[in-house]
């Protein structure tokens, strides 16, 4: 496959960082914090995966500055923050927005460690850390534990099943756009479906005593799946 890494259209990637901030703006105004915060967070949720990308990787100056998107970000802030009741109804395009971004992110990531001749491994984590970090900083912000990390809709599962996808198929296939669409389909339709059907991922207790069942390690019956009520990427 191609070292270069994905051509992600400047429309899309505006998009982001300005979807992004609209929703950390949301998310800090519902928690009552004043301008700053509000800013703070919003700006942080729309660049805050790939900030956290480009410092793993030591670039010399991170992508999303060059881009600009930094001022995208904060001109979602400002939308988020002055208009929140008409950004409210905007909730529905947002959420298919940041759906299929979360593919997009992840590719971006893990193909960027792939040029840098990074391991496997360490591709499938930086495609998932730029895919939810935005999210994870904002939750830090606003002292709440990541929302992706807790059993809900399939955020953090989504990025990295697709990121495992897109790295087994590196190489395999010849044309490297295969690859990409195949991740970026997949996490887009994990996301979706999980929203549409309520699936919800299980917490690690349910799920390891599941795992030890399945392998015959344990004969008794599995515990149910807990009521979890299904939060919000």
């Not at 296939?173 to 669409?181: H, L, S, T, Y």
């Amino acid at each position: 496959m191609s070292s270069a890494v994905l051509a992600v259209p400047a429309l899309l990637t505006t998009t982001a960082a300005v979807a992004g901030g609209m929703s950390g703006a949301l998310h800090a105004t519902r928690r009552k914090m004043d301008v700053t915060g509000v800013l703070l967070v919003a700006v942080c949720t729309g660049v805050g995966g790939g900030a956290l990308r480009d410092v793993i990787l030591g670039t010399a100056v991170p992508i999303f500055l060059i881009q600009n998107l930094l001022a995208m970000a904060f001109v979602g802030a400002v939308a988020g923050f002055f208009f929140a009741r008409f950004v409210e109804q905007l909730s529905p395009a947002i959420y298919v927005v940041d759906s299929l971004l979360i593919g997009v992110w992840v590719v971006i990531g893990a193909e960027k460690a792939l040029q840098l001749g990074l391991s496997d491994s360490a591709a499938v984590f930086l495609g998932l850390t730029t895919a939810v970090g935005g999210g994870i900083i904002r939750d830090v912000l606003c002292r709440e534990v990541p929302t992706t990390l807790m059993p809900g809709q399939w955020v953090a599962g989504a990025a990295a099943l697709a990121a495992v996808v897109f790295v087994a198929l590196d190489g395999v296939v010849d044309q490297r756009g295969i690859a990409e669409g195949i991740a970026i389909g997949l996490a887009t339709a994990l996301r979706m479906a999980s929203a549409r059907y309520g699936w919800v991922t299980p917490d690690a207790v349910t799920m390891s005593a599941r795992l030890r069942h399945w392998l015959g390690f344990d004969r008794r019956k599995p515990p149910a799946e807990p009521d979890t009520p299904v939060v919000p990427g």
